[in-house]
Each structure stands twice: as C-alpha cells, then as structure tokens.
C-alpha cells in the first residue's frame, strides 16, 4: 500500500527566505510523485512530478523537489520566499502500474510568507 | 487545449435532501476521471474513479455515488444528504495512459 505524510501542517518563513516542505513517501513499487499547489477556494495545480527521470525536478513559480529513494523523500524547495506563495501544498504519490493512476494526497502543509 | 469545469461552484443544501454535482472536460477524448473530497484540516480523499463510460470505482463506503453517463461527464450524487458531507468536492482527469491528474475548480458544499 502506498502513503505519503508531510511534516508540518503549518510553515511560516519571511519574505525572501528559503522554502523547504517536506514529503516522505511509502511505496512497494517505483513511485511517480506530485506537488500541487491550492490557492483558497480553488482547485488543485500542479507544481512539479517526478516520474522516473531526472532526479532533481524543476517546476513552475521557481520551485523544486528532489527524489531521494534512500530517505524515501521528495521535498519542496525555493530559495526565496514570495507573499504570492502562501498557500496550502500537497504531496501525492501513484503507482501508475494499473492504469488508473489514483493518487494518495498528504493531509497538506499551509505556508505562510511574513513581509 | 483541455478545460474542466465543475458546477455549481457553491451549493447549501438541507439534510436530507438529493445531491447532484456534475463535472465535464473539454478537449480530450476518453479520460480517466475522479471525484475526490477535500474536507476541512484534511487532506483530498479520493471518492470514486472511472476508466470509461458506466464504469465506476468506488474507494470509500458512503453515502455518495457517480455515474458517467458520457465520456467526457462525471457526476456525483446523492439520494439523501448528510451534515457529513460537507466539504469542498473536487473532479480531476488523466488522459489515457497519462500520469497526471488535473483539477477543476471545484464545489463547496455545505449540509445545513
């Protein structure tokens, strides 16, 4: 079965310092990976995947994550902060082996940007 | 290029009373198609999917059910609402053989 779990529900940083949300996964099977990103009362976009390839994946808004199998992680990661990044984040993980390609969402980590 | 659209995108409804929330993609041509619930301080739980048209997959026991009627149509319903089925509900979509899900707007639902 697979899982993911964020640490940290809430993440505060100042305005222009480093963003790091982390995502530690639980898979039996070679994992692709998500962040996504949900701006209040709105749905889900995407920010980044891993799906195999490079291991350190760039996405949009200047942010990144990497694949790190021994740790089983993918954190998020921008080097600094902008007030226009508060907003609630979301690890997923599927396995994509049975072509249906279901999710499983971390419970969220909200980040909050301090001027 | 692909669209997703969800309506209503705001709805108070009675306990007890019926639930229709219907969600349609544009662009693209035999999709896979989820419902997920997001309810509050919690994460997305992923409700039902479908791999094509009356083929739905049920991940969680509830009061909820969905139909695809049409290929490119995914609704979720209900006969009898319950207070638990507050949340924002959110659809999403794959192109075969994709890995990506991408998301509508979502509705929020409100059981009074």
């Known amino acids: 079965a697979q899982s993911v779990t964020q640490l940290g529900s809430h993440v505060s940083v100042s305005e222009g310092a480093l963003v790091l949300l982390r995502c530690n996964y639980s898979?039996?099977?070679?994992?692709?990976l998500f962040w996504y990103v949900q701006y209040p009362n709105q749905g889900l976009q995407l920010l980044l995947k891993y799906t195999s390839a490079a291991t350190l994946v760039k996405g949009i808004n200047g942010f990144e994550a990497e694949f790190k199998k021994s740790e089983t992680s993918f954190h998020l990661t921008k080097p600094s902060a902008h007030m226009s990044d508060a907003a609630e984040y979301f690890c997923?993980?599927?396995?994509?082996?049975?072509?249906?390609?279901?999710?499983?969402f971390g419970t969220g980590t909200r980040l909050k940007v301090l001027a | 290029s692909q669209t997703i659209h969800q309506w209503p995108a705001t709805l108070v409804q009675p306990v007890g009373s019926p639930l229709s929330l219907e969600c349609t993609v544009e662009?693209?041509?035999?999709?896979?198609l989820y419902w997920y619930r997001q309810a509050a301080g919690r994460g997305l739980q992923l409700l039902f999917y479908?791999?094509?048209?009356?083929?739905i997959s049920s991940e969680v026991p509830q009061n909820l059910s969905a139909s695809r009627p049409q290929d490119r149509q995914f609704i979720l319903s209900s006969k009898k609402l319950l207070l638990s089925d507050s949340g924002f509900y959110l659809c999403?979509?794959?192109?075969?053989?994709?890995?990506?899900?991408?998301f509508g707007p979502g509705t929020r639902l409100l059981v009074l």
């Open positions: 662009g693209t041509s035999n999709p896979n």
């Open positions: 999403a979509w794959t192109g075969r053989g994709q890995e990506t899900q991408y």
């Open positions: 997923a993980v599927s396995d994509g082996g049975s072509g249906t390609y279901k999710y499983i």
């Open positions: 479908s791999v094509g048209i009356g083929q």
């Open positions: 898979s039996s099977v070679p994992p692709y």
